[in-house]
Nanobody, 119 residues
Framework: QVQLVESGGGLVQAGGSLRLSCAASGRTYSIYTMGWFRQAPGKEREFVSTQMGSVSKYADSVRGRFTISRDGAKNTVYLQMNSLKPEDTAVYYC??????????????WGQGTQVTVSE
């Protein structure tokens, strides 16, 4: 099993920045890649970003504002979020699994961290 723990969420004004972290533990050798999803109230969970080696993928809505990075030695993935908008408000989830952009590509999920962007 793999355990994922997110941190770094919070309340920020529009235009501000936050950095999310996700630390993996357990059978981390089985992790192929890690990524981020988010779910806003009343909406389905949506892909945000993922990374495998030097290749990163981003949702169109966050490309140019969010940056994913990974520290392999620490089994930790980060999501630097800049120029935040109110529509970025959601619970952000870390996921580990295959290199994909759908939730079914991932086998393990964190508990989520709330990001709230005020006007």
């Amino acid at each position: 099993q793999v355990q994922l723990v997110e941190s770094g969420g919070g309340l920020v004004q529009a235009g501000g920045s936050l950095r999310l972290s996700c630390a993996a533990s357990g059978r981390t050798y089985s992790i192929y890649t890690m990524g981020w999803f988010r779910q806003a109230p009343g909406k389905e969970r949506e892909f945000v970003s993922t990374q495998m080696g030097s290749v990163s993928k981003y949702a169109d809505s966050v490309r140019g504002r969010f940056t994913i990075s990974r520290d392999g030695a620490k089994n930790t993935v980060y999501l630097q979020m800049n120029s935040l908008k109110p529509e970025d408000t959601a619970v952000y989830y870390c996921a580990a699994g295959r290199f994909g952009i759908t939730a079914r590509d991932y086998d393990y999920w964190g508990q989520g961290t709330q990001v709230t962007v005020s006007e």
